[in-house]
C-alpha cells in the first residue's frame, strides 16, 4: 500500500498557527511528515529499528493488552446503551484507537471492515483544515456516513471523538455503528431503488455535532424531525460517545502510568510491528507468483421506480480479478479489465474497496488481536479510474449497495488466497465465504410506527471447506468472526413478523470431498404490518452466474433466491392448527407450494412490492464452495450428513455416488459400501466418456464469439471491459484468436 506525500507541504512550524499536535507540528504537517517517513524508508513512520517494544517485551505487552481491554470495554458499553437489535444482538460495530494524523493502532473485534476507512475520515478533516477553520478541542463530537469522503456506505455511522492530554492531541478514538434508519428512499438503510446521491438518505460530511462531550440540541432536533427511527438513531449516537468517553478515559490512564512518550513511540512501533508480521505472514503461508479469477456482478435495474431514466436498465459488470505475491512479501490485487460504473448504487469507492480488503485480510491473515493499519501497508489495490470499483466521481451517485461488488470480489480473493495456503501446506487455514440476498421492508411496524424493517443477522451464512474437513455450518460470515443469529424472540419484537423456522439447507452447500458448511435460510410470516412494502437487500451480486468458489475439484455453493408467498391461507392453517411451512424441502418440488396463495420467485435486486399480514418471506442463502472431488467424499462423513439432515438419498447417489439406506429397525442410515465402490467408478468413466479436449472446447466457444451467438448482456459485458482497458481487450482477443476489429456483433 502506497502513503501518498502532499507535495509542497513544508513540515515545519508557522508562528501564526496554535498547533495541536506533537513537536509543533500543525496536524497537516504532521500528516505530510510520517508520509514522507514512509515513502523515504518503507518503514512506519520511519521506524527502521523499533526498539521500545523490544527493549521491555512484558511491558510492551500489558500497554497493548490495554488498549484491546479498552476497545472490547467501550464496545461492550455501547451495546448496554443502544436500543437497536443490530448492536445488541449481531453486535454490528466496532471501535478503533488512531494516531493524531488518523492512523490505526488497534481495534475491537467486531467488524474489522473500518480500521482504515475510520482513519481516512479523520486525515480527511485534517487535509481540509479542521485544526483552523472548524476546530478539534477536547469534548468535540465528530460524525461521518459520506462515503465520498471514507467509509463503506451512509448506514455505517462513524462517532469521532479526539483525546487529549495536557492541551496535545496524542490519539482518536473512533465507533462504527450500522443504522437501520438514515432517511434513505423506502424500503430502507440500503435501498436498490435508489440511483441518485439524495435517495441515500442524511449525510454527515464530517461534521462537528457536539461539544463538552454532548450533542448539540439543534442536531439532535434535525435527527428527530428527519428520521422514522430518530430514537434509536440516537441511544446509537449516545452509547458510542459513551463507548469513546470510556476508551479515551482508558487512554488517559494508560498516559499516566506508562508515560506520554512511550504511548507515541509504543502506538507508532504496534503499527509498524503489524506491517513487519504481515509481511511475514504472507512470506510463510503463500507461494510467490500470480493467481487469476474473474468476478460477474449482475445489476438489474430495468425494472426498479427510479426517476432518472438512464438508470432503468439490466446489465452485468465483469471484473477480473489479479492477485500477485511478491518474495518480499508484498501483495498486489489488480482489477485492470473491470467494467464501467453506472448509475445504481452499487458502484464501489476506494475507500470501501480497501475495507473489503481489511476484513478479508484480517480474518485470514492477522487474525491474532492485533490487528491494525500495519495490517494493509504490505498490501495494494490497483482501482482502474472509471470502473465499477473507482467511478471518477462518486458524489452524484447512490452508495447504499456497495457490499454487492466487495463481498463478491474478496470472498473470490479469498479462494485464491486458499489455493496458494494450499501449496505451501496451510490446508486447516483455507477459507472461503460467500454474501447473501434477501429482502427489507418498510411500512407500519405492529405498534402502528411507520419505519424501515430490516432484520440483519449474521448467522445464517455457511462457511466454505478447507482443505481438512467441512466448513463451518452457518459460521461463515467473514465481515465479524462472531456470527450471530440473535434471538429469534427480540427480531420478532422489533419486526412485524413470526419466524417460521431456522433450519439448515442441505442444498445450500458447495459438494466436495469436503462440503461447505450449511446455511440458514430465512422464513417469516408477516404480522401485524399495514401498508407495507419490500424490496431486495444484497450483500453480493452473483445471481444467475454462481461464484467460481469450488476449490480443487469442489463444487461451488448451491444458489441462492427469494420468495414471497402472497395471499395465502395461513391464516386458515393456524386456526385449523395444521402443518405450517417450516423448510424449504426438495429444489424440485419445495415446501412452499402446499401452501395455497401467489407464489413470486424473484432474483436478489426485486423492485418494490406491496406484501400484506400473512404473506410469507422467504430468503435462501447460497454456502461458498466445496474442497476436493465429491467422490471421494468419507463415507463415515456422509452417513453423519444423512443422520443430521444435511444430506439425503438423492444427494448421497447423485453428487456422492454412495449408496444409502435408512434402516428402519435402528432407525438409522446405513451407507453399502461395496455398490459405493461400483458406483463411483461407473460415475468415473461416465466423466471420462462426457470430457472434451480442451482444444475442441475452445473451438466451438471461439465459434460462438465469432458469430454472436452469447448472450447480449455478456457481450455488452465484455464490451465494456474492452471500452475501459487495451491491457485487457489485447489479452481477450489474442486468447480467442479474434480479428483486432471483432467487437462481439453488438455495436
Known sequence: MTIQATPGLDATLSPARDPISETGRTLAELLAYR?????????????????????????????????????????????????????????ELAIGIYTPEGDNIAQSPGIQVHIRCMGEVIQWMIEHDYEHEVGI????????????????????????????????????????????????????????ANVERATDGMRFVAEKVGTNDELRHDIELKIKNSLDMADI?????????????????EICRIIDE????????????????????QIARIRQRTVPGRYRNVVPLEFYMADQPVSWLPARKDHIRLVPVEMRIERDGALVLDFEGAGEWGWHPFNATPSGMWGGLAFSAVQTLAYDGRANLGSLLP????????????????????????????????????????????????????????????????????????????????GNFGAGATGVCDGLDAGGALITAEVDLGNTEIWECFMPYLDL???????????????????????????????????????????????????????????????????????E??????????????????EFERIDGEILRLHHMPPPMEVNDHDILIASVGSPGGYGDPLERDLEALRIDLEEGLADPEIAENIYGALAELDPSRNEWEVDVERTEDLRAARRRERLARAVPVEDWWRRTRERLVDGDIDAMLLEMYQSSMKMSEAFTSEFKQFWALPDAWTGGVQ
Not at 496535545?168 to 428512499?185: H, N, R
Not at 506508562?258 to 508480521?277: H, T, Y
Not at 487455514?429 to 405492529?446: I, K, P, V
Open 379 to 458: 498490501l495494494d489495490l490497483r482501482l482502474p479510474t472509471g470502473s465499477v470499483l473507482n467511478p471518477e466521481d462518486v458524489r452524484p451517485l447512490a452508495t447504499a449497495s456497495i457490499w454487492a461488488p466487495v463481498i463478491d470480489v474478496f470472498s473470490l480473493w479469498c479462494g485464491m488466497v486458499a489455493n496458494s495456503y494450499y501449496m505451501r501446506g496451510f490446508r486447516e487455514e483455507m477459507f472461503t465465504y460467500r454474501g447473501g440476498s434477501g429482502l427489507q421492508m418498510a411500512g407500519y411496524d405492529q405498534y402502528g410506527t411507520r419505519r424501515p424493517l430490516l432484520a440483519a443477522p449474521t
Open 258 to 277: 506508562f508515560g506520554l512518550d512511550f504511548f507515541k513511540e509504543a502506538g507508532r512501533e504496534l503499527i509498524e510491528e503489524e506491517r513487519r508480521n
Open 233 to 249: 438513531f440516537l441511544l446509537d449516537r449516545k452509547g458510542a460517545i459513551a463507548a469513546n468517553i470510556r476508551v479515551r478515559q
Open 35 to 91: 508520509r514522507c517517513q514512509y515513502d523515504a524508508t518503507g518503514c512506519y513512520a520511519g521506524i527502521t529499528h523499533p526498539h521500545v517494544l523490544n527493549d521491555d517485551p512484558v511491558r510492551a505487552e500489558l500497554f497493548h493488552s490495554r488498549l484491546l481491554a479498552a476497545l472490547i470495554a467501550g464496545r461492550e458499553t455501547t451495546r448496554m446503551v443502544s436500543a437497536s437489535p443490530f448492536v445488541r444482538e449481531v453486535a
Open 501 to 571: 423456522g431456522r433450519r439448515f439447507e442441505p442444498y445450500s452447500v458447495g459438494w466436495g470431498r469436503f462440503r461447505s458448511g450449511a446455511s440458514i435460510p430465512t422464513t417469516a410470516m408477516l404480522h401485524r404490518s399495514t401498508e407495507t412494502i419490500a424490496a431486495g437487500v444484497v450483500g453480493g451480486a452473483a445471481e444467475y452466474i454462481l461464484p467460481n468458489l469450488g476449490l480443487g475439484g469442489g463444487y461451488p455453493g448451491g444458489r441462492r433466491f427469494n420468495v414471497v408467498l402472497r395471499n395465502t391461507d395461513i391464516a
Open 137 to 192: 478541542d477536547p469534548g468535540d463530537l465528530f460524525w461521518c456516513n459520506d462515503p465520498t469522503v471514507a467509509g463503506m456506505h451512509p448506514a455505517d455511522v462513524y462517532d469521532i471523538m479526539p483525546v487529549f492530554w495536557q492541551g496535545e492531541l496524542v490519539a482518536w478514538v473512533c465507533t462504527v455503528i450500522m443504522e437501520m434508519d438514515i432517511g434513505a428512499v423506502s424500503p430502507g438503510c440500503m435501498p436498490i
Open 573 to 590: 392453517l393456524i386456526e385449523r392448527r395444521a402443518p405450517l411451512y417450516h423448510e424449504l424441502g426438495h429444489p424440485a418440488s419445495p
